[in-house]
C-alpha cells in the first residue's frame, strides 16, 4: 500500500493516489473537500468484483460497520470514472477503502491491488 498526494498548484487541487486500496479507511482530506475526479482501477482482480466505499468523516470509520455515503461496483479486471459533472462536496471530509461486498457489511480486502485516483480540492 502506498498513499501519495500531488498538489496540482496551477489549477488549486490534489490528485490522491493510493496503489492498493483495501479494507481500512485512507483519509483523502480530513476536512471539507470537493470532489472532481474518482479512478477506480480493478485490472489485477480479473475473476473478483470489487466496491469502492466513501465517507463524508474525518473521525474513525470502521469498514464494515461504519454506513458509507458512497459505494461503487467496479466489475472484475476493469477500471471504472464515474461521471461527476459538478463536483462532490463533502463537508467535513472524505476517507476511501475497498472491498469485495457493497452495503455497508463488505469488510473483505481484495485479493490483488486496487489503484485509486481522486482529484479534489
Known sequence: MATTVIPISALGVSLFQET???NVAI??????TTIYSIQ???SANGGQDVYFKGWNSNGAVVVGTT???????VKAGA???PVIPEALLRNVGYQVACVTAG????AT??????IVRIVFA
Open 109 to 114: 480486502s481484495p485479493g490483488s491491488a486496487v
Open 40 to 42: 477506480i482501477d480493478n
Open 20 to 22: 492498493a486500496l483495501a
Open 27 to 32: 483519509v483523502v482530506k480530513g476536512s471539507s
Open 67 to 73: 454506513v458509507p455515503d458512497d459505494v461503487l461496483l
Open 79 to 81: 477500471k471504472y470514472s
Open 103 to 106: 452495503g455497508t457489511g463488505g
